[in-house]
Structures are given as structure tokens and as C-alpha cells.
């Protein structure tokens, strides 16, 4: 087996909710056990055997790597089999959250080339916080045992973009959309000023995905509670759409 495919299997004996913990979330309560109770190692379609859990920095590199292939157009589509597919019936094992913006063109599982069950990903336009974004996270990282939450940026984001025209006083906005936008402003006003156009759009696009990254933590004690003691990381990042490079920023 491959070190992507053993990193693939990493925490499927280890995390994931057992039965009855699923059906405590079902029915709207907290499964104390989930930690504690890990269940049965499901098949190991690949042909490997029980793995450890990969620490954040391991998540990275295997994002990183996908994401080669991606650029290179040498993607490998990992974990697309039915026998992987039916492997995950009694439970999801991420190995990273993404929380990326909503743009079509920006597919975390085609950029970073992976597959079913490797990724919990979350979309929102800017890649915006909400209680339910947040709390999402918090489920991936509390009850999933994710080690790492990449916050992806990309280039030329109408959320961002629209940001911009705000703070020039040139946008048009209506409805809930405002309130969207509003959310990247602090973001486009925190960039210092460029006479480049798509230089300061780039700049403001990573500086929402930073500031993002330090939001999350300061409205969520779960994900503090887990860089403190369980060593998770969060990862700032962005995607060139000319290019599908992912960066850090």
C-alpha cells in the first residue's frame, strides 16, 4: 500500500461515531461516548491493515501532494471503488475539514484530488462564518477527530470582489447578500492599498482566508481546545484558478 492510501485508512478504527452515538446525534444530543467507544475497523478495500492516526502536518503534505497531481493533470481519482464506497457505510473518517468559498469552480475534492470519505467539506460564499459553519467544524474536529482545517481563499472571489466595491462605495447589493458581503469587509479594509487592481484583490482574497482562520478560533473554544491538547492545526491557504495551485498564505 502506498503512504496515500495507508494515510487513507488512518483513523478508521480510531474515530468516527459507534451506533449508538450516531443515534444520540440523530436525535439532537451530544454523543459523550464517541470519543471513548471508537467502533470496529471497517474492510480495508485497498488491502491494508490498521493504520494510526496522521498528525496535521501529515494531513497537509497529502493534500499538498493531491494537489500536484491536480496541477500536473496526473490526478489518480483515489477511493471512487464501490468496495471503498460500501467501507464507508458505517461511518466517515476525514482526515481534513475544508472550509472553502462556494465558487463552482473551486471543487476541494477535484482540486486536492481525493475522494469519498477523505475530506469534511464545508462551502460558504468568502468562505464566511456562520453559527452553522462553525458549528460543523466543531463536529468535524470534536466527534470526527479531523487534525487539520485548511480555510481556502481563491482567486478573483465575488464575495471578495464585491467587498472591494463596497468599501469604494460603488457596490448595489439587496437582501441577505449584503450581510454576506459585509462579513468580508473588515478583510478588504485590513489591506493596504495597491494602484494594481488584481494585485489588491489577491491581497484581500488572502487576507480573508487569514482572518478567517483567526475568527474560528476566537468563536470556537472546541477548535482551541483542540490546537491546545490534540495538536490541530489550522491552515490558511489559496487557489489559483489559471494555474489550480493551491498556496499558504
Known amino acids: 500500500m502506498s503512504d496515500r492510501d495507508s494515510g487513507a485508512l488512518r483513523r478508521r478504527s480510531l474515530f468516527g ?34 493504520s494510526t492516526p496522521i498528525t496535521a502536518d501529515q494531513a497537509w503534505r497529502i493534500l499538498s501532494e493531491g494537489n500536484a497531481r491536480f496541477v500536473a493533470g496526473r490526478q489518480k481519482h483515489p477511493h471512487e471503488s464501490l468496495k471503498w464506497r460500501e467501507s464507508l457505510v458505517k461511518g466517515q473518517h476525514p482526515f481534513a475539514v475544508i472550509l472553502g468559498c462556494a465558487d463552482s469552480r473551486v471543487p476541494p475534492e477535484l482540486v486536492f484530488d481525493e475522494g469519498l470519505g477523505d475530506m469534511f467539506v464545508i462551502r460558504s460564499a468568502g468562505e464566511v462564518l456562520d453559527t452553522s459553519v462553525v458549528g460543523s467544524i466543531e463536529y468535524a474536529v470534536e466527534h470526527l477527530g479531523v487534525p487539520l482545517i485548511v480555510v481556502l481563499g481563491h482567486a478573483s472571489c465575488g464575495a471578495v470582489s464585491a467587498a472591494v466595491d463596497l468599501v469604494r462605495g460603488t457596490a448595489h447589493l439587496s437582501g441577505d447578500i449584503s450581510t454576506l458581503v459585509r462579513a468580508v469587509e473588515p478583510a478588504v479594509r485590513a489591506t493596504p492599498p495597491n494602484p494594481d487592481p488584481a494585485a489588491f484583490l489577491a491581497a484581500c482574497v488572502a487576507e480573508q482566508a487569514r482572518r478567517t482562520a483567526v475568527l474560528l478560533k476566537e468563536r470556537s473554544d472546541i477548535v482551541t481546545k483542540a490546537i491546545a491538547e490534540r495538536g490541530v492545526k489550522i491552515v490558511s491557504a489559496t487557489y489559483e484558478l489559471t494555474t489550480g495551485a493551491v498556496t499558504r498564505v
Open 17 to 50: 461515531l459507534t451506533a449508538g452515538a450516531a443515534a444520540a446525534l440523530a436525535a439532537g444530543t451530544a454523543p459523550a461516548a464517541a470519543a471513548t467507544a471508537p467502533p470496529a475497523p471497517p474492510p480495508t478495500p485497498d488491502g491494508g491493515g490498521q
